[in-house]
Nanobody, 125 residues
Framework: QVQLVESGGGLVQAGGSLRLSCGAS????????MGWFRQAPGKEREFVAS????????NYADSVKGRFTISRDNAKNTVYLQMNSLQPEDTAVYYC??????????????????WGQGTQVTVSS
């Protein structure tokens, strides 16, 4: 069992930056691939970024490539999402998720076993 808690969301102006964190409980965090997803009001949940258990492999949605960076610190049981050049269309609730297939950087939410409660990111124009 893995419990995930996101933090770092908030209100930011367009062009600004935020760093989201996702802390995980349990000693097996390093075995899990991790992902970030987001859901805007009235829209379906969408993939944002993912990272393998080692951190060597990452994957990004085209809409955030070059602006967002996913990273992890297995010693701290934490995964991060650095978000730069934020735009109003990035406004959403952001969720982190854990995938038991540690080498995967899957974009599909159904491959993730555990989810956090989400943190709101609002970008004003």
């Amino acid at each position: 069992q893995v419990q995930l808690v996101e933090s770092g969301g908030g209100l930011v102006q367009a062009g600004g930056s935020l760093r989201l964190s996702c802390g995980a409980s349990g000693r097996t965090f390093s075995r899990y691939a991790m992902g970030w997803f987001r859901q805007a009001p009235g829209k379906e949940r969408e993939f944002v970024a993912s990272i393998s258990w080692s951190g060597r492999i990452t994957n990004y949605a085209d809409s955030v490539k070059g602006r967002f960076t996913i990273s992890r610190d297995n010693a701290k049981n934490t995964v991060y999402l650095q978000m730069n050049s934020l735009q109003p269309e990035d406004t959403a609730v952001y969720y982190c998720a854990a995938n038991g297939f540690g080498s995967s950087v899957s974009t599909a939410g159904r491959h993730y076993d555990y989810w956090g409660q989400g943190t709101q990111v609002t970008v004003s124009s």
